[in-house]
């Protein structure tokens, strides 16, 4: 019976994980419709738009990276993933944004790609065959 509730649950919890994955991808696209619909108007966002705006790529890079967890991104494919959910965001940005987010500590640099400090390789644990693991 137990082994049918933690089936049910893991199932209830990837259709929330999937939702919310989804939401996210919806909330991208309406913000690229905003900076769409301020091109088509040719009115420049005043400064604290701008700063608004900056935060939410932040969060979204951010985002990002804690989904592709050990894999890591690239400014370009950031760039790309961000088209696909309907942002615009320039691969130069995201570059900047990158080594600006690596110098504060906030993500590492390695084989190429950017990870946030708990996916990169010095904080994974390996189990091997051998090792003996004890609950906590």
Do not use: W
Not at 76 to 85: F, K
Not at 103 to 120: I, M, T
């Amino acid at each position: 019976m137990k082994s049918t509730q933690g089936a049910q649950m893991l199932k209830v919890i990837e259709q929330r994980d999937q939702l919310q994955k989804q939401v996210e991808a919806l909330r991208l696209k309406i913000e690229g419709l905003n900076i769409a619909i301020e091109v088509l108007n040719d009115t420049a966002p005043d400064e604290s738009e701008q700063r608004a705006r900056q935060e939410h790529v932040t969060d979204t890079l951010i985002e990002l990276l804690r989904e592709v967890g050990t894999k890591g991104l690239n400014a370009r494919t950031v760039a790309d993933i961000a088209t696909d959910r309907g942002l615009a965001l320039k691969r130069q940005s995201v570059s900047s944004l990158l080594s600006r987010l690596k110098k504060d500590g906030a993500v590492v640099y390695e084989n190429g790609r950017y990870k946030l400090p708990k996916f990169s390789g010095n904080n994974i644990s390996v189990v091997t065959a051998g090792d003996s693991v004890r609950a906590a």
